[in-house]
């Protein structure tokens, strides 16, 4: 029986995920199937980039992973990297807002609260505006929409207030966009369902939420709701890539084309090599997808779709540069400040194992929707605006042993309103016209590592599907 091909293009996370699945269901099954990853870049891995440095451990990228969202660890598992497994210090975390520094008010979930004390007692909010929050316990549920904006749900739910200075931080955080063109239904649309059913977010969460056990307290655990690598969170890619066939994934081969001949498909790459194919897995940023298929008048779907630029700086410093310290893992920065760092991490006490004995390491990111240029200043602009802006918080009298500066050109895929239908569109025409492509990754259903691990893995139930 003639083999046939599956090509996969693009070799981050949900590239090598599908990769590795792909082929592990093949040797399994004994199934007559090829696979070929193409990645146009010179590495792996895509945004997970860890570097090494005098002892320290470095992500340029995501330094985190979600353990709720299951599929990360159980490919770690598989992969044999349990015992590298760490979780995140539970620490205090801040918000920057209002002029100062405000601990996170204790039992908010995604900037909810779910408990009136903390809440009522944080600085965060004038009393008019925690009066105006109030108004989600007697406020009727909104009409019922297909989408709208995070930004318009939760100011009509809670207020101005509450989302410039702790919801909008928390989320663009997440996803560096605007919360007032952000998809609700496309990021979180159990809050949609949670005020249809329950009325008010705040009730409706606190019927969602597990009710702490009334035994003799506990001490509160220390271990965070993320997980990393002690090896650093590249250690799964290497480890991915290794597990592959030799000669399955070739890095620097960019694909410049894709086009339907009968039932077959063939992809010109820029070095005018042509690969055939029998079901494609594009696991690339949409405008990526978008230039492959460019003789598919349907990917126009993706011309008005947003991808933001960031930019982080990670600096070394001995303990003892950092004259005012502050006892917590980081803190966010409310969009009204006048920061132009979103966020910083503490990650000598987020991650520990990390850092050397008596050393930190501090991570600031840069990059909101309307201040883009600066992911294009100078390393040593940047540097001095990230100094700059922690020391209005801490006091740090030394320049950084080293610093570590990257930046990540058109990364944050932006899911406006209407994503959802853009993306059902997308789906529709892609199974007419070119059945037995599709596409998963960061630019379409999920932006985190577990997110686009499922993917893959859903693109791999596809591909097998499809060819039967």
Known sequence: MEKKKVVIIGGGITGLSAAYYLQKEIKEKGLPLEVKLFEASNRFGGMINTVKKDGFIVEKGPDSILARKTSALKLIKEVGLEDKIVSNTAGKSYIYARGKIHTM?????????????????????????????????????????????????????????????????????????????????????????????????????????????????????????????????????????????????????????????????????????????????????????????????????????????????????????????IDGTGFLVSRNSDFRITACTWTHKKWPDTTPNDMALLRCYVGKPNDQAIVDLSDEDIMNIALRDLNKTMNINEKPLFHVITRWKKSMPQYNVGHIERMSNVKNSLATELPGVYLAGGSYEGVGIPDCIDQGETAVKKVFEYLG
């Open 105 to 325: 008010p204790e039992g908010s979930f995604m900037g909810i609260p779910t408990q009136v004390t903390p809440f009522a007692l944080s600085g965060l909010f004038s009393p008019l505006g925690k009066l105006r929050a109030a108004g989600d316990f007697i406020l009727p549920k909104g009409e019922e929409k297909d989408d709208q904006s995070l930004g318009e749900f939760f100011r009509r739910r809670l207020g101005n207030e509450v989302v410039d200075n702790l919801i909008d931080p928390l989320l663009s955080g997440i996803y560096a966009g605007d919360i007032d063109r952000l998809s609700l239904m496309s990021l979180f649309p159990m809050f949609y369902h949670m005020e249809q059913k329950h009325r008010s977010l705040v009730l409706g969460l606190k019927k969602a939420m597990p009710a702490p056990p009334k035994s003799a307290k506990k001490e509160p655990s220390k271990k965070g709701m993320f997980i990393s690598l002690s090896s650093g969170l590249e250690t799964l890619v290497e480890e991915l890539v290794s597990r592959l066939d030799e000669g399955t994934a070739v890095k620097e081969a960019p694909i410049d084309k894709i086009v339907r001949v009968q039932n077959k498909y063939t992809l010109t790459l820029s070095n005018g090599t042509v690969e055939e194919a029998d079901s494609i897995v594009i696991a690339t940023e949409h405008f990526h997808a978008q230039r492959m298929l460019s003789d598919y008048s349907f990917m126009n779907a993706f011309d008005d779709m947003l991808s933001y630029s960031v930019a982080n700086v990670a600096m070394a410093f001995p303990k003892s540069a950092i004259k005012k310290d």
